[in-house]
């Protein structure tokens, strides 16, 4: 038994992966009804949920308080590009829609509680930032997670070594438990993926192709594209090697798992492969699980923009811009859950008068083809969160005269 799973775990993960997606397509199509199997998605997904905020918490208190003052940051430049790549997605996704004109058929209803503005929305980020540190770990809340481990990190900086040893071993043993569960991803992309097609099937995205191909293509040109772009302009070398190389080892993952949240522990795992600075990644990697969300930022000026088409609203470029900024805006408080992007479409869609009964018809409508948009969106997410924090740190060395690799 125990040579079986060594060669098993001698294979690459990523062809574990495929094997473990192939075994879900077949057996979602042929054996529909066996709801058992589903179970391993939610096994695998909800693993990785119980471990990261544990693993966030620890990892970012315990670099904070070993950080030697003098210390260089990349923290500012990692922000920007957060930002830059949202707004660009944006405004991606604008000129798209303007492109390809999309409409939906808004017949069905859907009860959810939207945020009333932007006011509200910064608001609950800042609420959530103070919430009982505890209960924090325990609901997932990764701001009021990464508030609380940099406030003790930076508190603890003066403890004795012996403390920091202690914070480093269950870092480190929290680390182990995660690559475990990692390792076990091709059972629980089967699971996904069979609960997918057994569950919703393949017809049911046929009536909204074209805004789906909107989505995806919007989601492709930022990946393959703009984001390309931004990394070459930090480190002035082919960016392609570094993109491909994220989006296989993060976006991949991100895409069945479909939790910018849940994939954390896996770009924790890909900066350390990458030979990034552990201080830096342990902050930026979960701060970008939480506020850099171009790929939602996508969903939200997409559908918003297919509902003023659907209600023959005339939009003129300008209000297009304005909508841009406030998609990303938005896109900072959208929650790193599957669909936690949809909510906010009311909010965008209130800049052109349309109606919040209207407007939660929209978030129906990308709950329907979610299975698609959010997995491609996830994917985007989580993967640039990687990207731009290895670019910000390559940046560095290149100013340093070190040799960029990877």
């Given at each position: ?124 980020l800042l609420l959530s930032a103070v919430s009982n540190p505890i209960g924090a770990i325990v609901d997932a809340n990764y701001v009021g997670v990464l508030v609380w481990a940099v406030i003790f990190g930076l508190a603890l900086r003066g403890a004795g070594e012996v403390t920091k040893d202690v914070l480093g071993n269950i870092t480190d043993g929290l ?116 506020i850099n969300m171009a790929g939602a930022a996508i969903t939200i000026t997409t559908l918003t923009m297919a509902a003023t088409n659907t209600m023959g609203i005339t939009v003129t470029f300008p209000m297009a811009l304005l909508l841009s900024v406030v998609a990303t805006i938005s896109a900072c408080g959208t929650s790193g859950v599957a669909g936690g ?66």
């Open positions: 038994m125990m040579n079986i799973i060594k060669k098993w775990n001698n294979i690459s993960l990523v062809k574990r992966i495929i094997a473990g997606l192939a075994a879900g397509i077949i057996l979602g199509l042929a054996v529909p009804q066996a709801e058992m199997i589903g179970i391993l998605g939610d096994l695998f997904v909800g693993a990785l949920k119980a471990l990261a905020p544990l693993l966030v918490f620890f990892l970012v208190m315990h670099s904070l308080c070993r950080h030697q003052k003098g210390n260089s940051s990349n923290m500012k430049q990692i922000i920007i590009l957060y930002f830059a790549g949202m707004l660009l997605a944006a405004f991606t996704a604008v000129v798209a829609s303007f492109l390809f004109p999309s409409e939906l058929a808004l017949a069905e209803s859907a009860e959810a509680s939207a945020p009333g503005g932007i006011v509200e929305i910064l608001e609950n680390s182990v438990a995660i690559r475990w569960v990692i390792n076990c991803a091709p059972f629980g992309i089967l699971g996904l993926v069979f609960t997918t097609l057994s569950t919703t099937g393949i017809k049911a995205f046929a009536s909204y192709g074209k805004i789906i191909l909107v989505l995806v293509g919007c989601m492709l040109f930022v990946a393959f594209v703009v984001n390309p772009i931004l990394v070459f302009l930090n480190i002035r070398q082919n960016p392609y090697p570094l993109v491909l190389t994220c989006i296989k080892d993060s976006g991949i993952m991100a895409f069945f798992t479909r939790s910018s949240a849940a994939n954390i522990p896996v770009n924790m795992a890909l900066c350390k492969k990458l030979g990034l600075d552990e201080e830096k990644y342990s902050v930026s990697i979960p701060l970008g699980s939480t992007s949809l909510l906010l479409i009311p909010l965008a869609c209130s800049l052109f008068g349309i109606s919040n009964d209207i407007a939660m018809q929209v978030v129906g409508v990308g709950f329907i083809i979610g299975v698609i948009q959010d997995s491609c969106e996830t994917a985007l997410n989580s993967s640039s969160d990687a990207l731009f924090t290895a670019a910000a740190e390559f940046r560095n060395w290149r100013k340093q005269g070190k040799k960029i690799q990877w």
